[in-house]
């Protein structure tokens, strides 16, 4: 889609340019290479692989997702994925579609060397960025029990030790997935910017459980019958998050949570985002609302005489205090495990 020149709609993220601040995120969409290809086409600034590991995944039974109110979902997926061969074989047939983005490949290892094997198999299979993704709970270091993304982010130790470990031996820049669910998350974010991570992704984790009225059972399949809430239903818990990151650390930012519409991403850009992951949204409309969403991007620009996003970009930020409101948060507090 052509869009008009009066104003600048790139970005910079991670060491990365940008057409455009929407990035496709993790997910269902890109199980597939040509999924991603898609949304390629339909314009989007970058796109994200669903998140791989070494070998094939099933992911838990389904029903896995289920829709809430609005565009919202819950969904407890297991991190379903084709495994990095067989994804790399079906990537490189989609090689040319892919060219007209920045192609980002997301990974997720148990140990700190399958991190770095899944990083160069993804610099092998072209990706411009790895997307190290320490926020799903179903994965982690089988040795210690509480499982998934809390052993990276309960560990600071660990995680500096991860992001240093993989900042020496892949040339690719870094974009590290993090949760406010597990330990103290702006100190997390401080541990891995001081360890080298290129750009981060608060991700906005909010449980929930749907139950079916008529048995009085959980609706998924998971044992503990929960899921995480993705959609507009986290969007403002998604801004918050890039406001306290942005007064934390000296990096990219990536919004994501709920971002369905140019007003939905202005606030993000507004709060210091760099750029805005967008998933819920395009599972219910598709492709082509990257496209309605860039022109009222440019139109909102237009109309308030922006010529480009730093014009607004952290905007929101001059009318808060410099010290993030969050309880799990202490300024001073540089702790390293």
């Known amino acids: 889609m052509k869009l008009p020149e009066t104003v600048d709609i790139s970005t910079q993220v991670g060491g990365v340019s ?45 029903p896995r997702v289920v829709r809430i109110a609005g565009d919202s979902l819950i969904n407890a997926e297991g991190t379903p994925n084709l495994g ?9 047939r989609e090689r040319k579609r892919l060219a007209l983005t920045v192609l980002v490949i997301s990974i997720a290892g148990t140990d700190i060397d399958e991190f770095v094997n899944l990083a160069r198999a993804a610099q092998r299979m072209g990706a411009q960025v790895v997307d190290i993704d320490i926020s799903c709970p179903n994965i982690g270091r089988n040795d210690i029990p509480i499982g998934g993304a809390g052993n990276w982010q309960l560990d600071r ?68 019958g929960v899921g995480l809430i993705t959609g507009p239903a986290i969007k403002y818990a998604g801004i918050k998050l890039v406001a306290d990151l942005r007064r934390v650390v000296d990096v990219s930012i990536i919004g994501t949570g709920g971002c369905s519409s140019a007003e939905d991403l202005v606030q993000y850009i507004m709060a210091g985002a760099d750029a805005v992951q967008m998933l819920s949204a395009f599972m219910y409309h598709g492709p082509d609302r990257v496209g309605k969403i860039l022109a009222d991007l440019v139109s909102f620009m237009s109309k308030k005489g922006y010529s480009k996003l730093d014009d607004f970009r952290g905007l929101t930020l001059k009318y808060l205090p410099a010290e993030p409101f969050a309880l799990y948060y202490r300024p001073g507090n540089n702790a390293s495990g």
């Not at 974010?189 to 048995?215: K, Y």
């Open 157 to 224: 130790r660990l995680l500096n030790d991860l992001i240093s470990r993989l900042k020496r031996e892949i040339t690719l820049p870094l974009w590290v997935k993090m949760t406010n669910q597990y330990g103290n998350l702006l100190e997390n974010a401080r541990v891995a910017a001081r360890a080298g991570a290129d750009a981060l992704i608060p991700l906005p984790t909010i449980g929930g459980m749907p139950i079916d009225l008529e048995t009085g059972r959980p609706v998924l399949s998971f044992s503990q």
């Open 84 to 92: 990095e061969e067989i994804y790399a074989q079906k990537l490189a």
């Open 18 to 62: 940008l057409a455009n601040p929407i990035i496709l995120a993790s997910g269902p969409p890109g199980h597939s290479p040509s999924g991603l290809a898609r949304y390629a086409q339909a314009g989007c600034g970058a796109v994200i692989s669903k998140t791989l590991t070494r070998k094939a995944r099933k992911g838990n039974p389904r």
